[in-house]
């Protein structure tokens, strides 16, 4: 989706000290300062692309790398599995990588999930940096150092926190990104403006959507001033949930049953869901509910599966990892700007409500 993305002039990572914490970020020329300057500081330098990346992105970066050794991946989600390491591990292995190497990660959240993973372990840990390629992994996935892989078919069983050395923002890498998964990252974006800025939040749901270099730089902010504050996920952080329980269990649905969702498509419907939630339990307004639902139905619900076997909401979110013995912990919006994280929800009761929620839009589909 060409021209969604609207170039502004530079920004200074060190305007905001907030995000030296818990890894440096560089925007643009500064990200690719930073790639030139590598030099000698580590002993070698590996970098990971997946078959998309290494065709559309890697050659804008291959100029401004140090001398390194490229391996790729099959793209997508399918990839996120520990049998994809262990021919990685080896590779590394074989090229001599030891514990001063940096595994440069140039891909969507994939890429930079499980490459972070693979670095996490290997020699029980060596250092990596990560080039987003997505919207999704650049105002998500690549921030934060979570790193994750599915096991079969449940979402980010496995993994580690592992903090990249720096995570290096190039929005032009945007241009080549279909439009499809252009929308799947713009679903976070929604999140972090429901979050915590609520001063764009009338232009936003009003417009189509189109990704302004302010608005880029204030929804990455989001989230790393939530995993700064929080970088293991004890308080704060958790407010990056929002929308994410019912989203997960749509998702966990759907790759069990090979139906073709995204992530950032199943956190729409989770945002959705969850408003409902939280304005038929009083906690917010009837009004918000419904900006929600109009946002989603306008660029969303297309997104839903179309053949759906069964619809196992409860058995998808009692693998949720917020689980515990049958209470959810739901992130709730009071209003635009105003979570409350850690609020108990009956998993039976709420998996009947997405249920309800999810029927109710397919019969509209
Ligand atoms: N670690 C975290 O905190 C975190 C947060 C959010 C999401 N995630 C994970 O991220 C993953 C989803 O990330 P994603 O949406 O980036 O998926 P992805 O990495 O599979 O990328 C989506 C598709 O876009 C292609 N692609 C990537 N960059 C491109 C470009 N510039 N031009 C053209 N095509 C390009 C990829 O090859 C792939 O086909 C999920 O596994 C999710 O669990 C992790």
Request: charged share 20%; glycine share 8%.
């Amino acid at each position: 989706m060409r021209n969604r993305y609207v170039s502004k002039p530079k920004l200074s990572t060190s305007a905001n000290p907030a995000w030296t914490e818990p890894h440096p970020l560089f925007f643009e020329g500064e990200a690719i300062s930073w790639l030139r300057g590598l030099g000698q500081n580590h002993s070698s330098y590996l970098v990971l692309t997946d078959s998309n990346t290494r065709r559309l992105c890697y050659p804008h970066l291959e100029p401004h790398l140090p001398p390194h050794y490229l391996m790729s991946i099959q793209q997508g989600e399918a990839s996120k599995q520990l049998q994809t390491c262990l021919p990685i591990w080896e590779e590394m292995n074989a090229k001599g990588a030891d514990r001063g190497s940096l595994l440069i990660c140039l891909g969507g959240g994939v890429v930079t999930d499980l490459g972070g993973f693979v670095a996490s372990v290997y020699k029980r840990g060596i250092a990596t940096a990560y080039i987003p390629t997505t919207l999704m992994a650049m105002v998500d996935a690549s921030l934060g150092g979570k790193t994750g892989l599915d096991l079969a078919a449940l979402k980010n069983q496995i993994g580690t926190f592992h903090q990249p050395e720096a995570v290096l923002v190039l929005p032009e890498l945007l241009d080549s990104l279909p439009s499809r998964e252009w929308m799947n990252g713009w679903a976070e974006v929604w999140k972090h403006v429901l979050l915590a800025l609520p001063e764009e939040w009338e232009s936003f749901k009003e417009e189509s959507p189109k990704l302004s270099y302010d608005l880029l730089r204030k929804a990455i902010g989001v989230k790393m001033a939530l995993v700064s504050e929080d970088p293991l996920e004890l308080g704060v952080r958790q407010r990056l949930n929002l929308g994410h329980t019912a989203g997960h269990a749509l998702e966990t649905m759907a790759l069990a049953t090979g139906q073709d969702l995204l992530h950032g498509e199943a956190v729409a419907f989770g945002l959705l869901a969850e408003s409902e939630w939280a304005y038929k339990n009083g906690l917010s307004e009837q009004g918000l509910h419904e900006d929600i639902k109009k946002y989603y139905q306008t660029h969303y619900q297309h997104s839903l599966p179309k053949a759906w076997v069964e619809e196992l909401f409860s058995r998808a979110l009692a693998q949720d990892k917020k689980n515990r013995q049958g209470q959810l912990r739901l992130c709730l919006l009071e209003e635009v700007g105003k979570p409350i994280e850690g609020i108990a929800a009956d998993l039976t009761v709420f998996a009947g409500h997405c249920r309800e929620v999810w029927e109710g839009l397919k019969s509209k589909s």
